[in-house]
């Protein structure tokens, strides 16, 4: 069963453009998110989170909105610029008995920015 | 600050040798340790996961292993490898904190010939 899923497995933007990558999933005890970036034969880097307390959150460039009623999150990127052609992974985690941050990811979204 | 070494980055064995995959942590003490595979296509799937020195959960059941003999330092093996263990492997950290985001290696390329 797979509790968090990203339906798009690619997506092609315009550079400049903005980039809007979506994240779907089942899990109603998923209280914290997250979205990491990976190039290839690299490790994933986190990029930015939100809590499930807020509907949104903003570093820089990177926006990520989060609609519970929906179990809906996307990242927005604007503008879109050629180093972020990567694959994006979606993540959710919630406390469980140790404390401990198992998240469970996404399939992933290959994002090609077009120069 | 903290970082985390992975090793080999690729690695090629035939079927039914074994295998050892090392991760280290450093620049934190007791953190949460993982290893996590990517198949060709697929996700990342959670293989195993310590919250502690000799505290091993594992996720899947599987032909692999995995040991945490010191605080800062993982190490995931098998005796026999199938062609199935092929994959993308990474090693991550995070802090004993919810919403901790993990911190990843740069990964071993496994091939199982």
């Known amino acids: 069963d797979q509790q968090v899923k990203q339906n798009s497995p690619s997506l092609s933007v315009q550079e400049g453009r903005i980039s809007i990558l979506n994240c779907d999933y089942t899990?109603?005890?998923?209280?914290?998110f997250l979205w990491y970036k990976k190039y290839p034969a690299e490790g994933p880097t986190f990029l930015i989170s939100i809590s499930s307390i807020k509907d949104k959150n903003e570093d820089g460039r990177f926006t990520v909105f989060l609609n519970k009623s929906a179990k809906h999150l996307s990242l927005h990127i604007v503008p879109s610029q050629p180093g972020d052609s990567a694959v994006y992974f979606c993540a959710a985690g919630g406390e469980t008995n140790f404390g401990n941050e198992k998240l469970t990811f996404g399939t992933g979204t290959r994002l090609t920015i077009i120069p | 600050s903290q970082t985390i070494h992975q090793w080999p980055a690729t690695l090629v064995q035939p079927v039914g040798s074994p295998l050892s995959l090392e991760c280290t942590v450093e620049g934190t003490s007791n953190p949460n340790l993982y290893w996590y595979r990517q198949a060709a296509g697929r996700g990342l799937q959670l293989l195993f996961y310590s919250v502690g020195i000799g505290q091993i959960s594992s996720e899947v059941p599987q032909n692999l292993s995995a040991s945490r003999p010191q605080d800062r330092q993982f190490i995931l093996s098998s005796k026999k490898l199938l062609l199935s263990d092929s994959g993308f492997y990474l090693c991550?950290?995070?802090?004993?904190?919810?919403?901790?985001?993990?911190?990843f290696g740069n990964g071993t390329r496994l091939t199982v010939t």
């Open positions: 899990n109603s005890m998923f209280d914290y």
């Open positions: 991550a950290w995070s802090l004993h904190r919810v919403g901790s985001p993990l911190h």
